[in-house]
């Protein structure tokens, strides 16, 4: 345990050190339950299974680790749809490890950095306020290779934060998910594009 426990400070420590300087300077402690750590979401999706509609749904997540640019969040999304026909209540869970100002690896050249360009281009004047980032997902869903048993879960994200007042913040994302799911007792691999908009609080 003691090695495993060793290699992982090592991988952050090496991971920090390769980070520009200006980050690791501003966020180089451990943060457990750090400011603004619960986030509710609404998000709109387009999938290719069980239905093959656009539909909305919520989540809530809460962001449970933060070292540096790196952040931990456990997430919990509810979608239901219920027609004449058939009723679909779907429950997922999942890990959201996100990398926070990921563009500002780009802090070069030194006279025209590239990621304050990148940065103008996308946010305008909103360029200092705006905490881009990439994540992944990976976790379960209920129902998933049948009616009564989980399916897993995987995908990506990409979106931008902007910090409004000290303990509020607004979230948007793009995310693409690979699920599990039984739908009309028929289990099937799910794709899944959703656009978040949500607050942490």
Same mark, same amino acid.
Do not use: C
């Given at each position: 345990?003691?090695?495993?426990?060793?290699?992982?400070?090592?991988?952050?420590?090496?991971?920090?050190?390769?980070?520009?300087q200006t980050a690791a300077c501003q966020e180089a402690a451990l943060d457990i339950l750090p400011l603004?750590?619960?986030?509710?979401?609404?998000?709109?999706?387009?999938?290719?299974?069980?239905?093959?509609?656009r539909v909305i749904a919520a989540q809530v997540g809460i962001t449970a680790l933060?070292?540096?640019?790196?952040? %931990?969040?456990?997430?919990?999304?509810?979608y239901s749809q219920h027609t004449p026909t058939y009723i679909t209540d779907q429950h997922s869970l999942f890990l959201n490890p996100r990398w926070n100002n990921f563009i500002d690896v780009l802090d070069f050249p030194r006279t025209r950095p590239?990621?304050?360009?990148?940065?103008?281009?996308?946010?305008?004047?909103?360029?200092?306020?705006?905490?881009?980032?990439?994540?992944?997902l990976i976790g379960g869903t %209920?129902?998933?290779?049948?009616?009564g048993s989980p399916g897993y879960l995987y995908g990506g994200q990409v979106g931008v934060r902007f910090p409004v007042a000290r303990g509020f913040s607004?979230?948007?994302?793009l995310q693409y998910t690979r699920f599990?799911?039984?739908?009309?007792?028929k289990s099937d691999l799910s794709q899944q594009w959703l656009f978040t908009i949500g607050i942490r609080l």
């Open positions: 345990m003691s090695i495993l426990v060793s290699r992982l400070l090592a991988g952050l420590f090496t991971l920090a050190l390769a980070l520009p603004r750590p619960f986030n509710f979401d609404i998000s709109f999706n387009q999938r290719t299974f069980a239905p093959q509609t933060r070292y540096g640019p790196l952040e %931990l969040r456990t997430v919990y999304q509810y590239i990621n304050r360009i990148i940065r103008h281009v996308l946010f305008g004047p909103l360029e200092d306020r705006a905490v881009p980032y990439v994540g992944t %209920l129902p998933g290779r049948s009616e607004v979230d948007m994302g599990e799911i039984d739908f009309k007792s």
